[in-house]
């Protein structure tokens, strides 16, 4: 996909883009019965917009329950190029941001570079490139005024809140403290020097570790916008989901380990699971980049989610309840079984385990949280309560990273897997 339109960076040219694709969006599903024109015109203008635009097209394309179950088929189909294809910014541009970012010619810095990007996503692009070492590199350089047009969308109330409405189904959580944390995560993908550093901790995490593999930073070739890792190879995610069913669930347990390993152990997890994020090797290994969204937990939720963790392992409800009542901070009411019954349901995959996610349950799983808070949204004394600070992207992470296990379609059992890593943890 390439695009020659400049990137809108004020905030009225992009909120006016963006209006003119809802009214499309929503006249032509309308007239459309599968939303197949629909879904390719809110795919390109998406695309061209960049930023949290793309990000809210990218999830359309995997996260099952995001769009409405008639029109799901034609948005993934238009969307999906979303995932590793949005855009491309112009090599001019970009080998001039990466000589000014790193303070020399590209010739000198590379003893090869392509121009053409292997990959193109809402923030940056992805460059194949040589060391003059003979190592090869992937550089990812942002996009020449992602900055400006990301800080117009954030600026927006209104398109924050639309993206938290995509992203965890529903409006009840627009808190200010929410929008904060929000806006916080996205800004910092925008300093690759940061998620550089983020990248790192991860290695180090998985150091050793026979599946999962995580591509090394470059020191010397990276900036505020430039990253430079090892090279990384791999079939990409619809491949994977074509595989024999043994493989995938060789993939299955390795994603399922490194999220919770990173999660439980690290107390860091990677917010961003979309598609293109994955190279998928034999033998159930799984190449994992892209380390911009990340969320530290603190040592306090830590411990309690390894607590939730044990007790679906030994399928001890009381035990899980008391877990999660201090982990949301529940205070009784109506609203407490409710959320109690919403929480279990999320761990299934370890109450029933082994257990084989279907994209049905995962649509059931957001449609529970949308009539939990439609049904507490009046404020009455029922015993709701918000979020706690930092739980939105762990939302981000359980539908998008459940979709995509759904789709790998196969039975797993993930105690199992979590039992080699969670003695770390305690």
């Given at each position: 996909m390439s695009d020659d339109t400049p990137l809108p960076r004020s905030r009225l040219g992009r909120l006016a883009r963006l209006a003119r694709v809802s009214a499309r969006s929503g006249t032509q599903m309308l007239l459309d019965r599968d939303g197949d024109g629909a879904a390719k015109k809110a795919a390109d203008a998406l695309g061209q917009l960049r930023g949290l635009a793309t990000k809210v097209g990218q999830m359309a394309s995997y996260v099952d329950g995001v769009v409405p179950e008639q029109h799901r088929g034609a948005y993934e189909k238009w969307m999906k190029g979303l995932q590793s294809a949005a855009p491309r910014s112009s090599p001019a541009e970009i080998r001039a941001l990466v000589e000014d970012q790193l303070g020399e010619p590209i010739d000198r810095l590379f003893a090869e570079w392509t121009d053409a990007p292997v990959a193109s996503a809402s923030i940056g692009q992805v460059h194949r490139a040589r060391l003059p070492d003979g190592r090869a590199v992937a550089v990812k350089v942002q996009h020449p005024g992602i900055i400006a047009a990301m800080n117009s969308d954030l600026r927006n109330a209104g398109l924050v809140e639309g993206t938290l409405a995509r992203m965890a189904g529903m409006r009840k959580f627009n808190s200010r403290e929410v929008l904060d944390e929000i806006r916080a995560r996205f800004r910092e993908e925008l300093d690759y020097a940061l998620e550089a550093r983020r990248q790192h901790a991860f290695a180090v995490l998985f150091d050793g570790d026979p599946r999962v593999r995580i591509p090394a930073v470059i020191d010397g070739r990276c900036a505020e916008r430039v990253l430079t890792t090892t090279w990384a190879e791999g079939v990409d995610f619809d491949?994977?989901?074509?595989?024999?069913?043994?493989?995938?669930?060789?993939?299955?347990?390795?994603?399922?380990?490194?999220?919770?390993?990173?999660?439980?152990?690290?107390?860091?997890?990677?917010?961003?699971?979309?598609?293109?994020?994955?190279?998928?090797?034999?033998?159930?290994?799984?190449?994992?980049?892209?380390?911009?969204?990340?969320?530290?937990?603190?040592?306090?939720?830590?411990?309690?989610?390894?607590?939730?963790?044990?007790?679906?392992?030994?399928?001890?409800?009381?035990?899980?309840?008391?877990?999660?009542?201090?982990?949301?901070?529940?205070?009784?009411?109506?609203?407490?079984?409710?959320?109690?019954?919403?929480?279990?349901?999320?761990?299934?995959?370890?109450?029933?385990?082994?257990?084989?996610?279907?994209?049905?349950?995962?649509?059931?799983?957001?449609?529970?949280?949308?009539?939990?808070?439609?049904?507490?949204?009046?404020?009455?004394?029922?015993?709701?309560?918000?979020?706690?600070?930092?739980?939105?992207?762990?939302?981000?992470?359980?539908?998008?990273?459940?979709?995509?296990?759904?789709?790998?379609?196969a039975e797993v059992d993930y105690v199992a897997v979590e039992k080699q890593f969670l003695p770390e943890s305690v």
């Open positions: 491949a994977a989901c074509a595989a024999p069913e043994p493989e995938r669930a060789d993939w299955c347990r390795t994603l399922w380990r490194f999220v919770y390993k990173s999660n439980l152990v690290g107390g860091l997890f990677n917010a961003d699971p979309h598609p293109g994020n994955y190279f998928f090797q034999p033998d159930g290994r799984v190449v994992f980049v892209d380390f911009g969204c990340v969320q530290p937990l603190s040592e306090e939720r830590r411990r309690r989610a390894t607590a939730l963790h044990l007790a679906a392992h030994a399928r001890d409800h009381d035990a899980f309840h008391a877990a999660a009542r201090a982990m949301l901070h529940l205070r009784g009411g109506p609203y407490e079984p409710r959320a109690l019954a919403y929480l279990e349901a999320c761990f299934r995959p370890l109450f029933e385990s082994p257990h084989r996610m279907t994209r049905s349950f995962v649509v059931e799983l957001v449609e529970s949280m949308k009539s939990l808070i439609l049904d507490f949204r009046k404020g009455d004394d029922d015993g709701y309560v918000p979020l706690p600070d930092g739980m939105f992207f762990i939302n981000r992470l359980q539908f998008g990273f459940y979709s995509l296990i759904a789709r790998l379609d």
